[in-house]
C-alpha cells in the first residue's frame, strides 16, 4: 500500500497540523506533499506510531501546531474524528484554514463554525497551480515555512487508490482465485488430495457461471468495470467509485448500479436531471432490472450495460 511520501514533521518549529478523512487520502496525500516540497512544515496522522493513545498524541500535535488546515469533504463531515479535531482546533483558537474538496452541504453548526475562518474552495480551480498560488497567499501559513526538499515526488490522486496488487505479490495475483494453492503451494511436501481437487473443480465451476458487468460510456467509448456489490456514478470525486468529468449536469452521487450473482439493478438517486433506462425515466430509489445491451442516461451523458456469464 502506497504511503505518502512526505513524513510527518518532528522538530519543534512552528508547523501545520493536517486534519482529513482517511478516505480522502488520495486528494489529501498529493497536496501535502506539494507543500511539503515547497518547504511547509506538516504533520499529519501517520506520525503517530504504533501502540501509541490515538486520541492523546492527536491532541498534543493540535495544541502545539501554530496552524491547522482542514480537508472539508462529505466523509469529513461524517467524521466524528475529522469533527472533533475542527473543534479542538477552534476552540484553541489555533489559526485555522479549510480547504473544501467537493461541494457538500454542512450543518448549520459547522457552516457557523468556519464562516469566521478563511476557506478555499479546491474543485472550483481549473489547476494545481491555481489552486497553490491561492493558498500560498495565507500570510500565517508563512510562518511554518522552511527549507524546499526537492526529493519529494509530488503523486497524483490515481497512485493511492488501493487494488489487490497494493495486498498481494505478483505470484499471488497469478493464481486461481480462491484457490486452496494461494497458500499451500509454497510447501514442496503438501500433496491435495482428491476431496481438495473436487473443492477446486467446483470453484472453477463457479467463477465461470459468475456474471462480469461493465458500462461503455458513449462519448469516451472508456470501459467502466462493474464488480459484484455496489457502485456510485456521479460529479464528486469523493463520493463515487466513477466520477464523470465534464459534465456539469451530472448530480453529486447521480446513481447507483447494485450487482450480485442473479441480477443487476440500477437506482437514482434522487438526481435532480434524472435517470432514464431505455428512455424510461427512473423514479428515485427504486430498483429497475439491467439487461446485457440496455441503455443507460444520466441526465444527458450516455452509457451502454454490457453483461456476460451466469
Sequence with gaps: MKRCGAKPYKGKE?????????KDKKYVFPIIEQMAK??????????????????????????????CIAFISENSLNSHNCRREVN????????????????VQMSLGMEMQLSATQSIFKYTYSSDKEFFTKLYEAKFLQECLGDPNPDI???????????????????????????DKWFLEADPHYRIDSTAEKKDVSNKQELDQQTIAWLIRCKTNEKIDLPLGEFRLGRSETMNDYTVVGNSTIGRSHALIKRNQKKSVIVDCNSVNKTFLNATVLDPDIEYDLHDGDSIRLSNEKFTFRQTGG
Design 153 to 179: 515526488i509530488v503523486s497524483k490522486p490515481s497512485d493511492y487508490t488501493e487494488n489487490l496488487k497494493d495486498l498481494f505479490g505478483s505470484d499471488d495475483l497469478v493464481r486461481k482465485p480462491f484457490s
Design 38 to 67: 515547497d518547504g511547509y512544515r506538516i504533520w499529519y496522522d501517520e506520525g503517530i506510531d504504533p501502540g501509541s493513545e490515538w486520541p492523546e498524541i492527536i491532541a498534543t500535535h493540535l495544541n502545539s501546531c501554530d496552524s
Design 14 to 22: 512552528k508547523n501545520i497540523f493536517v486534519s482529513y478523512c482517511h
Design 88 to 103: 479542538f482546533a477552534l476552540l484553541k483558537k489555533k489559526r485555522f484554514f479549510s480547504v473544501v474538496l467537493e461541494e
